[in-house]
Structures are given as structure tokens and as C-alpha cells.
């Protein structure tokens, strides 16, 4: 009895939700095959009606389909402020995400989406990415090749996919945009539940560097400056079971094969490694950016590969996102940062907006230390929260996160201009700017002559750190 009730009132709301898309007939609903919104090349209708072009309103705006701080042609510190960002549109959470999570089910219905994995619905699904990329003024998109092209039941199927949906966007993109970057999904299919350059399977090991080889090729042939490794499944979940140098040699084997590949294809983009502690296994081998830097060391591939930072991955490996980014920055490593944030009281990776103005700012301090991110940027690994369904929450979220990064641009011109930060650290490490400190950082004094000057000085006077005056400094450009 209680199951039918149940039935019933899913099928009511089945019901609404149908009387809803239709009541509005600008949407282009997906049960719509017209000339005007079917499956062809030649779609007419607007995927997001009553939205037009995000403009520059200034902080004063009480506008949410404005920007307040964003001002992409405004000159800081010497570059435009979209020289400084670079700005992309993450294409899995922006059109594949569902809301869906391991207690419910999917929340988000978008008025394009017919249910199906199909390439017609791939092909839509490419239209709306432009037509919010164009909307929301950003010049770049990333992408994952199995959420923009259904997979296929050989590998041969999934290639011809991919090759349909990326003509579409190469249509699409024009000469203003192309990817920031793109990358394989080799976490997903069952297939990789062992990993795809660590699997334990020679097999996996091989249809994964055919994935990688293919992605590749698209990101080239799309224009992309950059391409990613993401090795969600690349590590353990116990050590009972696993040979971790044998799996580690391979993973080496597995991206020095990408580098000659690169090469021989001509693709001068950047190749990244994107950090991760854990999750989905329980021990990722990217741990952290030292971590991937000595694994780039060992194996002779720093010059070959820079970090893709991730903010929520960083707190999930015990650091803050600027730590993470100083760390790669002082590397020589920091390539692109996946703008995006984590809950303090969550344990896991929530993929949020990031909207903290001093987060923010810390991390465009790294930023401008680093000269920019150019050939990389910053991509909005981000997602509405489960709750958020309104087509428009799309806008909102990019738009506050592009915001907060461009308010924090702003508070690091005024540090600079400023100084007392800079001047309070220079202070700090004073005694260094003498003879026998620049004999130490030159690595030309040894322990008998610092011995000799220990015992000439007498005990050394240790001054304050100044921490809260440092914090207050700070929180004055806030």
C-alpha cells in the first residue's frame, strides 16, 4: 500500500515538473523536436532565455547577473584583470552535474536534457556550454572526453563519439575561446577500479594510455593550452596487496610515454599533475605538491610537468590552498589552480565556489609572486550545491567566484602599493642581508666558521615574529 502511495506522488511530481517546462516555451525543452530546438545543427533557441551578456556593474550593484568586482579589461599591477585570471568553465560539474549524492538522488532537471546519454544529447549539451561560456564573457571551458562524448562499447565506438562532439565544438568555440585544458576520465568505467597507469592489469594499463592518446589529440586539435592527469584511482587502498614500486615505476613509464607522445603530435601545451591525498582511493600518489614534486624529481620529468593546484584538495591533505601554491611556485611547478573550496566541517572534497575574500586574497598573492598563470588559469571546479535547481544559480555561482578571485586581486594591489607586509617580512629576516649571511645562502659557510661566530657572538637576541601585526596588515586590505 505504501509503495503505490509512493508511486503516485512521484509520478505527480514527474507530472509538475513536465507542466512546468512546458508553461515555458523559450527553454527549448528537450521533448521538443521542432525545427526550432531538435537535434540538428541548426538549433535556434536560446538555452538560457532572459539571460543576457554579464556585465561590469561595480561594487555598488545590487544586480546578481552582474559583476561587482570583475572588471575583465581593468589594468592591476600592469595586466588586465583577465590576463590575471583567466577564467574557465568547468564542463562536467557546469552540464553533467545531477546534485546526485551517495544518500539521494538526482535534484537537477535542466530543460535541455531529454535523460539520455546519447551523442544528439551530447551535442546539446556542447550548444548550451557555448552559449553560457559566451553569456558569462570567460574565453575558456575544460573537460573530462567521457562527459562531453558518450563512451562507446569498444574503443573504436567511444573515439567516433568523441570525434562527432568535438567537430561541434570546434564549430562552436570559434577563434575567442578553446580549452584551458582537457583531460581523460580514467576513474569512472569499472574498468579502473585498480587504477589506469597503476592497474595491476597490463590490459587497463594499455586501454588507458589509448584513452590519454585520444584526449590528447582532441585538446591539440580544440586548441587547448594545457592538459591534465588526474590519478583519482592512481594509489591503494591497502598495502597488504600492493607492490607500491612496481605500481609507481609504472605510473613514470605511463607519463614519460605522454611526453614523447606530445612531442611527436606537436602539441605544445603544458602537461599537469593534479595533487590529491585521497579519494576516491584511500591513498592517492599525488598527495600533496611536494609530494608530485619529488615524484617528478625521482623519475627526471620536472621540465615536462607542473602541478594543477586544487584549493579543496590541498585542505584535504592537511594544508591551506596557499601553502600548496607556494610550495609548487617555489618549485618552478605552479601551472593552474582549480578555483574551488571545501567545508570545514566536511571531510570531503565538496567542490564548492570559493567566496572567502581573504582565502582569496592569500591565494592571488601567490599568484602575482608567480608573474600570472599564463598558459594556465583558473578553472572553476565547481558545483552548485544539491539544493540550488534554477538555471540561473549557474550564473550566480560563477559569477560570485569570479568576483571573490577578482576582489582578491584588488586587496593584493593594495598590499603592494601599501607595503608594510612586504617591509615587516624584509625586516623579519634582516640579519641575514649582512656578510655572513649571504655567505650561508651562497652555501659557502661551513659549521667551523659558523662554530667560530657563535661563540663571538654570545647567545643571540631572538626579536618577535609579529605575527598579529602581520594579520592585522592583512585583514586592513580585506
Known amino acids: 500500500m505504501m509503495s503505490g502511495k509512493v508511486f503516485l506522488f512521484l509520478l505527480f511530481l514527474n507530472v509538475v515538473s513536465f507542466a512546468v ?3 515555458n516555451p523559450q527553454t527549448c525543452p528537450a521533448d521538443d523536436v521542432s525545427s526550432k530546438c531538435g537535434d540538428s545543427d541548426e538549433w535556434q533557441g536560446e538555452f538560457f532565455p532572459g539571460i543576457t551578456k554579464i556585465k561590469y556593474e561595480g561594487p555598488l550593484s545590487k544586480n546578481p547577473l552582474s559583476f561587482k568586482w570583475y572588471n575583465a579589461d581593468e589594468e592591476i599591477l600592469g595586466k588586465k584583470m583577465k590576463d590575471w585570471m583567466r577564467f574557465s568553465v568547468a564542463f562536467w560539474h557546469t552540464f553533467r552535474g545531477t546534485g546526485g549524492d551517495p544518500f539521494g538522488a538526482p535534484t537537477k532537471f535542466w530543460p535541455w536534457e531529454d535523460g539520455t546519454n546519447s551523442v544528439a544529447m551530447a551535442k546539446r549539451r556542447m550548444r548550451a556550454n557555448f552559449e553560457f561560456i559566451d553569456k558569462l564573457g570567460v574565453e ?4 573530462h572526453d567521457r562527459d562531453i562524448a558518450p563512451d562507446g562499447k569498444t574503443l573504436e565506438e567511444a573515439n567516433a563519439n568523441l570525434d562527432e562532439v568535438v567537430a561541434l565544438a570546434k564549430e562552436l568555440q570559434g577563434k575567442r575561446i578553446h580549452p584551458l585544458w582537457g583531460t581523460a576520465q580514467l576513474f569512472h568505467h569499472p ?9 595491476s592489469e597490463v590490459g587497463v594499463y594499455a586501454y588507458a594510455a589509448a584513452q590519454v592518446k585520444k584526449a590528447m589529440e582532441v585538446t591539440h586539435y580544440l586548441g587547448g593550452e594545457n592538459y591534465v592527469f588526474w590519478g583519482g584511482r592512481e594509489g591503494y587502498q591497502t598495502l597488504l596487496n600492493t607492490d607500491m614500486g612496481r605500481e609507481l615505476d609504472h605510473m613514470a613509464r605511463f607519463l614519460e610515454a605522454a611526453v614523447a607522445y606530445k612531442k611527436k603530435i606537436g602539441f605544445n601545451g603544458t602537461l599537469l599533475i593534479e595533487p590529491k591525498p585521497q579519494e576516491p582511493t584511500k591513498h592517492q600518489y599525488d598527495w600533496d605538491a611536494a609530494t608530485a614534486a619529488n615524484f617528478l624529481r625521482k623519475y627526471g620529468l620536472v621540465g615536462e610537468y ?4 586544487e584549493c579543496n584538495h590541498a585542505t584535504l591533505s592537511g594544508h591551506s590552498c596557499h601553502h600548496e601554491l607556494e610550495t609548487a611556485r617555489l618549485n618552478g611547478l605552479l601551472g593552474n589552480i582549480d578555483a574551488n573550496t571545501g567545508d570545514p566541517q566536511i571531510g570531503w572534497d565538496t567542490d564548492q565556489f570559493l567566496t572567502d575574500i581573504a582565502e582569496a586574497t592569500m591565494v592571488m598573492l601567490s599568484v602575482v609572486r608567480n608573474g600570472g598563470l599564463a598558459p594556465g588559469g583558473f578553472n572553476f571546479d565547481a558545483k552548485l550545491r544539491r539544493e540550488s535547481t534554477d538555471v540561473e544559480d549557474l550564473f550566480i555561482s560563477h559569477i560570485s567566484g569570479m568576483d571573490t578571485l577578482a576582489r582578491g586581486l584588488r586587496n593584493v594591489a593594495k598590499l603592494i602599493e601599501d607595503g608594510s607586509l ?6 623579519r629576516y634582516q640579519s641575514f642581508d649582512t656578510e655572513i649571511g649571504a655567505q650561508i645562502e651562497a652555501g659557502k659557510a661551513d659549521f667551523e666558521m659558523l662554530e667560530k661566530k657563535a661563540m663571538e657572538w654570545g647567545e643571540p637576541n631572538v626579536p618577535s615574529a609579529k605575527q598579529e601585526l602581520a594579520e592585522m596588515i592583512f585583514q586592513s586590505a580585506l
Open 306 to 309: 607542473k602541478l594543477n593546484i
Open 191 to 199: 574498468r579502473y577500479m585498480h587504477g589506469g597507469a597503476t592497474s
Open 422 to 427: 612586504e617591509n615587516l617580512v624584509r625586516k
Open 21 to 23: 517546462i512546458a508553461s
Open 140 to 143: 575558456f571551458w575544460c573537460f
